[in-house]
């Protein structure tokens, strides 16, 4: 049996998967809110608690943060998830960490065309490397290098760096993010959803629009980064709206920067919890505005596909995919 997780600093979701003759199929899934558990190993003994202590031969999760030596200092999270630990747990001999977008790379190499929509109209299809990048609680990157033959997925922290503004009105908002992270802003602190908030903060503080009372209210008592984004996507806010548009530019921004950084001639990919919600103002062109901005390079990126993945569960998928069809000599074993 495989227990297959994906550890974010909003959610966590843990499943178990048995083999049978048509492939794995789900035994329990389980999700939880990840700031209410001190520690990975606690939410861990909690979930095999909740499915009667399963007999589990392989570990492989995701984690939102690097892996450094195998193990992995959760980057939104005050835990430190151990092999070691996480095996002797849940009595399984072989265990895996893999970088959230690592295991998100895998999960999207397993999904059907039906799971995608495309942002880019001019798009053409051709083999080579996929770009990933996943806005949510944070902002992860990664790239999906093709060989000819196979793809081998490369794992990055590139959300966290720096944000170059192009304009003033970007400018006038490093200035104002600055007052927040004197030491340094990177395209995490603006493209993911504690973003959100900070762009609606900075135009509302620059006097862009009146700020709505009833709007206000819902910030202080609801998830602000999902009311920004359901009042700017319905259009019914300036603030918001504004907010959620300037958001989708630097999304794109980033994904061009990255698409830069490795020609991603078979496609960028866009995953995380944010862009399925906001699709209606990723597909009315402010993504691929700030993507393709990029002066002599524009040309070779306006051929590129840019596929929003609607599957929630890409990552868990994928760190199924890791542990079923990966050697299992490349995974730690205790």
């Known amino acids: 049996m495989i227990l297959a997780g994906d550890v974010g600093g909003t959610k966590t979701i ?19 809110a990840s700031a209410d558990f001190a520690s990975f190993n606690d939410l861990l003994r909690t979930f095999l608690n909740a499915a009667q202590w399963p007999e589990v031969s392989v570990v492989a999760i995701g984690v939102a943060g690097p892996i450094i030596n195998g193990d992995c200092h959760a980057t939104n999270l005050p835990w430190l998830l151990s092999r070691s630990e996480i095996g002797a747990c849940a009595g ?43 806005a949510g609680t944070g ?17 990055t922290e590139g959300g966290h760096s720096d ?10 908002l490093l200035q104002f993010m600055l007052t927040k992270y004197p030491e340094h802003v990177s395209y995490e602190r603006l493209v993911s959803g504690e973003g959100l908030v900070s762009i609606y903060q900075f135009l509302e503080q ?30 019914q806010d300036a603030l918001c709206t504004e907010a959620v548009r300037l958001f989708c530019k630097l999304y794109g921004s ?22 399925g919600k906001i699709l209606p103002v990723l597909q009315a062109g402010h993504f691929m505005e700030g993507f393709l901005a990029k002066g002599r390079c524009r040309k070779m990126l306006q051929g590129l596909s840019v596929k929003v993945c609607l599957e929630p569960d890409v990552a868990l998928i994928g760190a199924l995919n890791y542990a079923s069809g990966r050697p299992h000599t490349e995974i730690y074993s205790i």
């Open 163 to 172: 944000f170059s503004p192009t304009n003033a009105q970007e400018i006038a």
């Open 206 to 235: 620059s006097a862009y629009a009146s700020a709505n009372a009833g709007i206000a209210q819902q910030l202080l008592e609801h998830d602000a980064a999902a009311v920004i984004g359901e009042n700017g996507v319905a259009g």
């Open 139 to 155: 902002l992860g990157e990664a790239i999906m290098a093709y060989d000819g033959t196979h793809y081998h997925i490369i794992a």
């Open 254 to 275: 980033e994904a061009g920067n990255l698409a830069l950084k490795c020609l991603p001639y078979a496609g960028v990919y866009l995953a995380g919890g944010i862009a």
């Open 14 to 32: 843990l499943a178990l998967f048995t083999a049978d003759t048509e492939g794995y199929q789900r035994v329990i899934k389980q999700r939880y």
């Open 92 to 134: 399984a001999k072989q265990v895996v960490l893999l970088n959230d977008l690592e295991a998100t790379a895998w999960g999207l190499l397993a999904l059907p065309e039906q799971n995608f929509v495309e942002l880019n109209p001019s798009a053409v299809f051709l083999q080579g490397n996929h770009a990933v990048i996943a």
